[in-house]
């Protein structure tokens, strides 16, 4: 169950490196995406703080594994670099859309 958590942390990392938000204010703050993988419920919480780092945090039926990484905005972009990994999109609405392999992310901000 652990190795399947970091999988689907993984891939939850990959998505998030594609990446729309909407800049209205202050992009810091904590933003929350639910989306089924293999029939389970993966919630995914990205935490973007002050200066560039970035956490984010998936769980799936009560376990959590979580990554810390960096994050940078230019103008309506955004690239997350998490693990190495890195995921681009744009900032709209105070919402971060990521779209990775076909997998469509709406992380809104809480």
Do not use: H, P, R
Not at 34 to 42: A, F
Not at 46 to 66: H, R
């Amino acid at each position: 169950m652990k190795k399947i958590v970091k999988v689907l942390s993984a891939m939850a990392l990959v998505l998030v490196l594609g990446v729309t938000l909407v800049a209205c204010g202050e992009v810091t703050g904590t933003y929350e995406c639910e989306i089924s993988v293999m029939g389970s419920t993966v919630t995914t919480t990205l935490e973007l703080k002050d200066g560039d780092e970035c956490v984010m945090t998936a769980t799936i039926g009560g376990i959590s594994s979580e990554e810390k990484g960096t994050y940078k905005i230019d103008g309506d972009k955004i690239t997350l670099t998490i693990d190495g990994d890195s995921l681009e999109g744009t900032i709209a609405n105070n919402e971060i859309v990521i779209t990775q392999d076909g997998v469509k992310m709406t992380f809104k901000k809480k």
